[in-house]
């Protein structure tokens, strides 16, 4: 019974003995990284992430996998065979410029508080290292000692730094020892992503750097990235508003847009120009100000010039252009009726006579409506018209004009004929037998206007020429007759046809 006891524990324990240790702790995927100095860990981009079999040549992976030892000191030996991948070939093949890149940083499975290690790009993929296969030291006193000759730098050859797929490792031999007694079939992936990267000269004391698995790589380019921009100089007004555009160049362009984004912008005076988070800035007044956007240890400014708004000049009036004023019209005097003011002449029967016309008065309107237009009389002369020939309906639409800047002319009167044309008479008219309103002729005398004025309008007529009467007679007779004669024809055929059997 106690043998079985003691079975019961045992076995577990061998069975956790032979589990190695962190197997869970193996990563499958190893991620890239990008930024700057001053970054913290959440910032960084992700460049690019790849399973091992991505990347693993035996498995059809794109980068091809070496074979190497390495030799490690800290007071014992520390000798490792490793297969995997140069740590510059993934880099290259992540589409970075190992020139520009100032350090990396090695995040492991088994260290959860930032990076495990961190190295500068100079020593991990510039600077020479080696492996010494005649290194050895006293295991009791940790003194180096060559294993075989009198120099441990024998047979040292360089390596380059690795991120190994599978490896195996060995304390307290030497590495001549070491090469006899590994075999390939030997090596575990255990330890995946592992970091391998030499020794500088033999009493390099650097074997916990050996990182195991590694997960993530924080890629730090040297520098900053450069900010520029084409408005270096602006003049704006107040009130307006204007983005800013600027251009960035960082060491991969994943970071372009990253950077862009995380622009700080700033203003020297806020009360004249304003600045909003993206670069978008308001004129508050006139002065000066200086926009500065900063992103890290580099940065661009942009002045801003704003004048001050103008003084409202005062309205010009143009000068008044000298305008002639028109002659007065007289204004029509209603007469009573029957008006015994004179009328127009109208020339009788019999000779040949000028015959002028009544010409209209000249009025401008001002404001209202212009006047009607009325028959042109003399300066001082009261009107020859009757109040009620004068009058506007009230349905006529009267068209307002604006008065004309000019100089009116008034033609000279007309001046009355006196005498009567030859072979005919003059009379006069009164103005209610022209419009109609009383009956009346030349030949009546009661409605003559009474005697000719030398100012009165006058209409002269000429009388028609009168055709002899006899040519009016012969042709009547003539057409009597032809008439007649078409009628006694007709007659005539009419008893013919009758006249026949």
């Excluded at 035996?58 to 390495?70: F, P, V």
């Excluded at 960035?248 to 806020?270: F, K, P």
Aim: with cysteine.
């Amino acid at each position: 019974m106690k043998r079985l006891r003691w079975l019961l524990i045992v076995i577990p324990v061998l069975l956790l003995l032979m589990v190695p240790a962190g197997a869970d702790a193996v990563t499958d995927t190893i991620g890239i990284y990008v930024g700057y100095y001053g970054w913290s860990e959440d910032e960084y981009v992700e460049k690019a992430t790849y399973h091992w079999t991505e990347l693993d040549d035996l498995y059809g992976g794109a980068l091809d996998t070496h074979t190497e030892i390495y030799s490690y000191y800290n007071g014992r030996t520390y000798l490792v065979a490793a297969r995997g991948f140069y740590i510059r070939d993934l880099l290259y093949y992540a589409g970075i410029d190992t020139g520009s890149v100032a350090s990396i940083d090695f995040f492991t499975r088994d260290h959860d508080n930032g990076a495990y290690r961190s190295f500068s790009a100079y020593s991990l993929l510039d600077m020479p290292r080696y492996y010494f296969p005649n290194l050895a030291a006293n295991e009791e006193t940790g003194e180096i000692y060559p294993y075989d000759g009198d120099d441990v730098w024998n047979g040292a050859t360089t390596v380059e730094s690795m991120l190994a797929l599978e490896d195996y490792t060995e304390w307290d031999v030497s590495g001549a020892e070491f090469q006899e007694l590994y075999d390939p079939n030997m090596m575990s992936a255990n330890a995946r992503f592992h970091l391998f990267f030499g020794q500088s000269e033999p009493t390099e004391i650097a074997t916990s750097s050996a990182a195991k698995y590694c997960y993530k790589l924080l890629i730090t380019f040297s520098g900053t990235p450069v900010l520029t921009t084409e408005e270096t100089n602006l003049d704006m007004k107040i009130g307006s508003g204007h983005k800013i555009e600027v251009d960035v160049d960082a060491e991969d362009g994943l970071l372009n847009d990253y950077v862009r984004n995380h622009i700080t912008w700033a203003s020297s005076d806020e009360n004249v120009v304003a600045v909003a988070e993206d670069g978008t800035i308001s004129v508050q007044a006139a002065g000066d100000a200086v926009i500065t956007a900063s992103f890290g240890e580099s940065s661009v400014d942009v002045s801003v010039h704003v004048e001050p708004d103008p003084e409202p000049s005062p309205s010009l009036s143009p000068e008044p252009v000298p305008v002639a004023e028109p002659s007065p019209s007289p204004s029509p005097s209603p007469s009573p009726e029957p008006s015994p003011s004179p009328s127009p002449v109208i020339a009788g029967t019999g000779g040949s006579g000028t015959n002028p016309s009544p010409q209209p008065s000249a009025a401008a309107g001002t404001g209202s409506a212009a006047a009607a237009p009325t028959p042109r009389q003399s300066p001082g002369v009261e009107s020859q018209w009757p109040e009620e020939l004068l009058e506007i309906p009230e349905d006529r639409e009267m068209i307002q004009e604006e008065p004309e800047a000019a100089v009116i002319n008034i033609p000279p009167p007309v001046q009355p004929v006196t005498e009567a044309p030859r072979g005919g008479r003059m009379v006069m008219i009164s103005a209610q037998a022209l419009s109609g309103r009383k009956p009346g002729s030349v030949e009546t005398e009661e409605h003559n206007g009474g005697p000719l004025d030398p100012d009165t309008e006058q209409l002269v007529l000429t009388a028609p020429e009168r055709k002899a009467p006899v040519v009016l007679t012969v042709s009547a007779v003539v057409l009597a007759f032809f008439i007649g004669a078409v009628f006694e024809m007709i007659r005539f055929k009419r008893l013919l046809r009758g006249a026949k059997p």
